[in-house]
């Protein structure tokens, strides 16, 4: 069985590159960048103090994100090779609804390369395929991830973007993503737990993983499937929760919802500069289109989970 992680996409100047993860098996890295000035590449930090804005996500009638005018931004998702079916409309939509009229570079880690499709691409947009090795189980390939985001970020995406954003890959964009998701870090409302409390919560409750976190500590859920920030930030989380599934792996433990369980823990003690709404990352065969959502911007897949992982 092979696995295939699938792309980034940068956009900007000349040094655009891009990568992404997310939720299931397969996730494309999108690394962004914009060359405005507004963030310094060797400091990481934001010189526009205006920049960075959190989103209110209390009230469920506030979804629309705040915009930010000028940012240098970069955007990440990894893909499984069982999951290569679903990067020609991850593509394609990506195209027409991704950083349109910015210049995106969109990797595809995979140990298929052969199998990788050819998509038409817009002016200053790219993609390239970089091979990974396979495993056997959809959990390794999902909890590998972590490892392969943070690895790439140390070695090549902290010398050429400035922002990333991981995605899941076997979903499609259905409305405008654009640079109004970007900020030093940010998370997306998982969208099966938006307006629950923190007891429905799927965290990981076994005391004895890195990934717990009690019962009366929560802020949010996160979803797997769409998360990223500046390329610091991004090496910062995906470095911590690779290491705590290393350590949980030695004492034979895998957290409950793997890479996602590890994630949420991370943003509970390193709080997202924002948080986007579930808009970002929904099911609607699962959850239809309710009147709260005024807008599905990045929508799974119809699949049958199970033949696909099995693949």
């Known amino acids: 069985m092979c696995n295939c992680i699938p792309c980034c996409c940068f956009l900007g100047n000349p040094k655009c590159y891009s990568l992404h993860l997310g939720i299931l098996p397969f996730t494309v890295l999108l690394l962004v960048f914009f060359g405005y000035g507004f963030l310094s590449h060797r400091s990481q930090e934001l010189r526009d103090p205006g920049a960075v804005t959190s989103v209110a996500v209390g009230e469920l009638d506030v979804w629309e994100v705040v915009a930010l005018s000028r940012m240098v931004y970069a955007q990440p998702k990894v893909l499984t090779p069982r999951y290569v079916v679903f990067l020609k409309l991850f593509l394609e939509t990506a195209e027409q609804h991704f950083m349109v009229g910015h210049k995106v570079i969109y990797y595809v880690f995979t140990d ?114 769409f998360f990223g920030g500046s390329v610091v930030e991004v090496y910062h989380l995906t470095k911590a929760c690779h290491q705590a599934m290393v350590e949980d792996k030695a004492n034979g433990i895998e957290a409950v919802w793997h890479d996602e369980s590890y994630l949420n823990k991370y943003l509970l003690y390193h709080k997202p500069t924002k948080v986007l709404s579930p808009e970002y990352v929904w099911d609607q065969k699962l959850l239809g289109w309710p009147s709260v959502m005024r807008k599905l911007r990045y929508v799974a897949v119809p699949k049958n989970h199970q033949a696909i992982r099995n693949r």
């Open 112 to 225: 298929r390369p052969a199998e990788v499709p050819q998509v038409p691409l817009g002016a200053g947009r790219k993609l390239a395929v970089l091979t990974v090795r396979n495993y056997s189980r959809w959990q390794d390939v999902s909890m590998h991830r972590m490892e392969m985001i943070s690895h790439f970020s140390e070695r090549r995406f902290l010398h050429e973007v400035d922002y990333l954003v991981c995605a899941d890959v076997d979903m499609k964009f259905r409305d405008h993503v654009g640079v109004e998701i970007l900020s030093a870090l940010f998370g997306t409302l998982h969208p099966g737990f938006y307006r629950s409390s923190r007891e429905a919560f799927t965290y990981e409750r076994r005391p004895k993983s890195r990934a717990y976190i009690p019962r009366d500590e929560g802020d949010f859920y996160y979803a797997g499937g």
